[in-house]
């Protein structure tokens, strides 16, 4: 069993910064890729960011060129570092792994989810 943890959410005010840390553990952790996504309540779970172990990255429009997604395979651990926060990226953030994943930014491709930490930004 995988188990994901995340860290690092907050409440900033906008324009500030946050960094979310993602921690795998557990046996067959090293996913091929891994992800972030947010959820509002009421709202759909979105894919914010995307990298699989060749480093390549996807990002979604609404957060590309503030949101930056790191991962370190021999630590097992998966970062997002958010920049320029807005209002709108106020959610709760998940970190997800899956095997072969062909949309990178669709939940429904991945198969471990992480609990979530909240993300707050106010004006």
């Known amino acids: 069993q995988v188990q994901l943890a995340e860290s690092g959410g907050g409440s900033v005010q906008a324009g500030g910064s946050l960094r979310l840390s993602c921690v795998a553990s557990g046996s067959n952790k090293n996913r091929n890729s891994m992800a972030w996504f947010r959820q509002v309540p009421g709202q759909v779970r979105e894919g914010v960011a ?3 172990t060749l480093g390549d990255s996807t990002y979604a429009p609404s957060v590309k060129g503030r949101f930056t997604i790191s991962r370190d395979i021999a630590k097992n651990t998966l970062n997002l570092e958010m ?3 807005k209002v709108e990226d106020t959610a709760m953030y998940y970190c997800a792994a899956g095997w072969w994943v062909a949309d990178k930014l669709a939940d429904l491709e991945y198969d471990v ?6 993300v707050t930004v106010s004006s």
């Not at 989810?113 to 909240?118: D, E, I, L």
């Open 83 to 85: 920049i320029n926060l």
């Open 113 to 118: 989810w992480g609990q979530g930490t909240q």
């Open 50 to 52: 995307a990298i699989d």
